[in-house]
């Protein structure tokens, strides 16, 4: 395997484009190497310069290195002249927009290259001061009435990946056409080092920052406030905005997990920081047991994301499925909510999601929409334009507990509202498995599971959804199914069966194939609650047995 021609000129032109020093010696370092007849070399000098990135479910993401397919100040620099083109095209030339940032390596080189390419385009630019939560950009874009946001950030993918995720006015993340468009703007800005800059943008007012504060306090349904929370942010930057937000929510007896409470890009005790992943909320649930704490909280690392860990009968901790808090605190919205302020509510999740929340919505008389994966479809739910929505979720964790704030998923709001009605129900002598019981008893009980494959090679995930369209099953935990391909409109598969559900998809956000399993199960009376839980777990269990059996490569 030699050097074609062809890439070795597409990198020779990316260096001389290239605005960093550091990113032309690193990319230069590899060519050279790949020159020579290095094969690792040459493969990852292909990888490097496969792209460009591209708007994915949530804005763009990839490894931080030079090269056209990753995160790097040239990336960053052509994306926001591209961003900033669109914005001007659009009639918004001018406006206001913000910059944040998470703690993520290069996350601070690249909001500055952002706020300086908008700057230089003739935008009233302010930077959000040091690494803050995602949801406060969201925040500000939509209280300020600014015309975007630019959020660096990769979430709670690895260590080695960055992102760039793009609000637009209103607060919500982009969809299609403009996804697309602003795509388009992109490939027709020339090389980086030729795009201006300036550095005449503005930090952002402590007074705005404040009002999220401000609003989350405001959030709680109930008057209790006993409650003992353990609290990880995951060497994320949520964690001192958390404490703050839920001591002004009324909740001060707050642990954090010591290891883990300081931003640190290298996300050190954990192999991925995301609360999802096996062993992820260890020291989470330690600290919990230690401290005899009443709620166990886990945000990722930009925030957004939120879970619950409690305490089971047995006296162990574990970790709620994002399905289970979801229906929880759909439930505490719709139980609670003004009538006289949303007089037609929807609430919404997406199609991996487990069903019970429409059952929820049906008691409570109010509307329900299911959406694509992303919150960028969930906050446009039912109209296109998210008329009406009070509440919205998706299973991996994603909570948008007050829309008209926040147009995206919040961990820290989901958080106080989350201890709000664990504080309700202690105050009562009871916990959040009796109020998910209670849920059980009035709609069946509702178990979920997933069975996800992380590859390295993304050409394997594309063979197996291909051979899985080519010879989809027939047959599940024991009963017939049919098979229902969401093609072109989404890379989905999704089998049904009596009481059982399964959706498959390739991850918008991470390299793995996933796939969603759920079985509902009746339950005739309170009496009937146990033997019911065990049927549907002894047919969860088939089920992802199949599954796994299915998707074996």
């Known amino acids: 395997m030699t050097l074609q021609p062809a890439l070795r000129d597409a990198t020779f032109r990316w260096i001389a484009g290239d605005p960093s020093p550091e990113a032309r010696a690193e990319l230069q370092a590899v060519l050279a190497k790949a020159m020579g007849g290095n094969a690792e070399a040459l493969a990852d000098l292909a990888d490097r310069m496969s792209g460009p990135l591209t708007f994915g479910t949530a804005g763009l993401r990839g490894p931080v290195r030079a090269g056209s397919n990753g995160m790097n100040r040239a990336v960053v620099v052509r994306a926001t002249a591209g961003l900033a083109s669109w914005l001007l095209a659009s009639g918004h030339g001018g406006g206001l927009v913000f910059v944040g940032r998470d703690a993520r390596h290069g996350s601070e080189e690249f909001a500055t290259a952002a706020a300086e390419v908008l700057a230089a385009a003739g935008f009233d630019v302010r930077v959000l001061p040091g690494p803050l939560p995602t949801p406060m950009v969201a925040y500000l874009v939509r209280n300020e009435h600014a015309v975007a946001g630019v959020q660096i950030t990769a979430s709670h993918n690895p260590p080695a990946d960055n992102g760039y995720k793009l609000y637009l006015a209103g607060g919500g993340q982009i969809v299609p056409p403009a996804d ?80 883990q409470a300081v931003p640190d890009p290298d996300f050190p005790t954990v192999a991925f920081p995301n609360p999802e992943e096996p062993g992820a909320a260890d020291r989470l649930l330690a600290l919990a047991e230690e401290s005899d704490a009443d709620l166990a909280i886990a945000l990722d690392p930009d925030a957004d994301r939120c879970a619950l860990g409690v305490r089971q009968p047995s006296g162990e901790w574990r970790m709620l499925r994002g399905d289970e808090t979801g229906a929880l605190l759909g439930e505490r919205v719709l139980s609670t909510l003004d009538s006289a302020t949303h007089p037609d509510p929807l609430v919404a999740t997406t199609i991996v999601s487990a069903s019970l929340l429409k059952s929820i919505a049906a008691a409570h008389g109010a509307r329900y929409d299911e959406t694509l994966t992303g919150f960028k479809w969930l906050v446009r739910a039912g109209d296109g334009k998210g008329t009406g929505l009070v509440f919205g979720y998706e299973e991996a964790l994603g909570l948008c507990v007050d829309p008209d704030t926040v147009r995206d998923k919040d961990g820290i709001s989901a958080a106080v509202l989350a201890c709000d009605l664990a504080a309700t129900l202690k105050a009562e002598g009871r916990s959040l498995l009796d109020a998910l019981d209670d849920l059980a008893v009035a709609h069946g009980v509702h178990l979920t599971d997933q069975v996800s494959l992380r590859f390295t090679d993304l050409s ?22 049919t098979v229902e391909d969401l093609l072109p409109t989404a890379d989905v598969l999704r089998l049904r069966g009596d009481g059982l559900r399964v959706v498959v998809r390739p991850s918008g956000t991470e390299p793995k194939l996933k796939s969603y399993l759920e079985i509902v199960e009746p339950v005739a009376a309170a009496a009937d609650l146990a033997p019911a839980k065990a049927r549907a777990a002894d047919r969860l269990s088939a089920l992802r047995k199949n599954i796994a059996e299915l998707l074996a490569d």
Do not use: C
Not at 206 to 229: N, W
């Open 460 to 481: 394997r995930i594309g063979a197996l959804m291909a051979r899985l369209r080519e010879n989809p099953p027939t047959e599940l935990a024991g009963g017939a199914v």
């Open 180 to 259: 697309r468009q602003i795509e388009a703007a992109i490939e027709r800005i020339g090389e980086a080092v030729t795009v201006p800059t300036a550095s005449t943008w503005r930090p952002v007012d402590e007074s705005q920052l404040a009002g999220y504060l401000d609003r989350i306090a405001q959030l709680p349904r109930g008057s209790a406030r006993e409650l003992r929370v353990a609290l990880t942010p995951m060497h994320g930057v949520g964690g001192q905005v958390a404490v703050e937000a839920l001591s002004r929510a009324g909740f001060t007896d707050v642990r954090v997990v010591r290891e």
